[in-house]
């Protein structure tokens, strides 16, 4: 069975029972816990901080993996991992000074994620990519959940999977947005193995477990 890793993004959880939708996010065998930070600046919503972050570690054991969605990340960084997140990722469209940004997660005790924009070319990663430990391939604009995948991704996420290939890096490629049980085999086989949900987790018509269950089954 192909080794795929799961990480559901609580932006579409209902928050006024958190705390059950987490442990049944847990109970269905979930992977990773992803949060959503966006500013309302960067990307036009307003979401959550390091508040969100320290309640969601409490509730559950696994590993946080954190989007920042936000300008000016360096100054927030420390804020996140005293919060509890064990994985940190920043747009590359947010870091003028990138290579700093990814040490200084990493200095914090974090594993650094670096982000690509839809429109933001695979080829920028290639300086970075020894310092990151995840590539996240976003395949919707950010900003909300529950938007229409971009095919298009397809091809990038073979792109940065070559340039892995090519340098040697470890980084695993994660690919977040409109993600169901539909795209995903095209994502995995491009290279791609963290696939984030959020949608297709929470909205599933049959619930959590269904949903995660749905995305594992398509590679199956
Ligand atoms: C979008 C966020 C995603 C979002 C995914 O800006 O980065 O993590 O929650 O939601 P779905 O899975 O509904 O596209
Ligand atoms: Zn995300």
């Known amino acids: 069975m192909p080794s795929i890793l799961i990480s559901t993004s609580i932006l579409s959880a209902d ?3 958190l705390a059950g939708q987490i442990r049944q996010v847990e109970e269905a065998g979930a992977d990773w816990v992803h949060v959503d930070v966006m ?7 307003l979401t959550m901080g390091p508040f969100i972050v320290e309640t969601v570690a409490r509730l559950t054991s696994l590993p946080l993996d954190v989007h920042l969605m936000v300008d000016n990340p360096d100054t927030m960084i420390p804020w996140y991992a005293q919060a509890g997140a064990r994985r ?6 947010t870091c ?3 290579y700093r940004t990814l040490e200084h997660i990493r200095s914090v005790g974090c594993q650094p994620g670096v982000v690509l924009n839809p429109g933001t070319p695979a080829e920028s ?13 976003m395949t919707v604009n950010p900003g909300f959940s529950g938007q229409v995948f971009i095919p298009a991704m397809v091809e990038k996420v073979a792109r940065v999977r070559r340039l892995i290939e090519q340098t040697g890096s470890q980084a695993l490629i994660q690919v977040d947005g409109g993600i169901d049980a539909g795209n995903l085999p095209a994502c995995y086989k491009a290279g791609a193995r963290v696939f984030v ?3 297709g987790v929470f909205k599933h018509p049959q619930g959590i477990a269904a949903g995660i269950k749905a995305l594992r089954d398509s590679v199956a």
């Open 125 to 137: 990663l290639l300086e970075v990519l020894p310092l990151a430990d995840l590539v996240l391939v």
């Open 15 to 17: 928050f006024s029972n």
């Open 96 to 98: 003028p000074h990138i």
């Open 88 to 93: 940190l990722s920043v747009q590359i469209e």
């Open 39 to 45: 500013d309302g600046h960067f990307v036009p919503n």
């Open 197 to 199: 949900s959020a949608t």
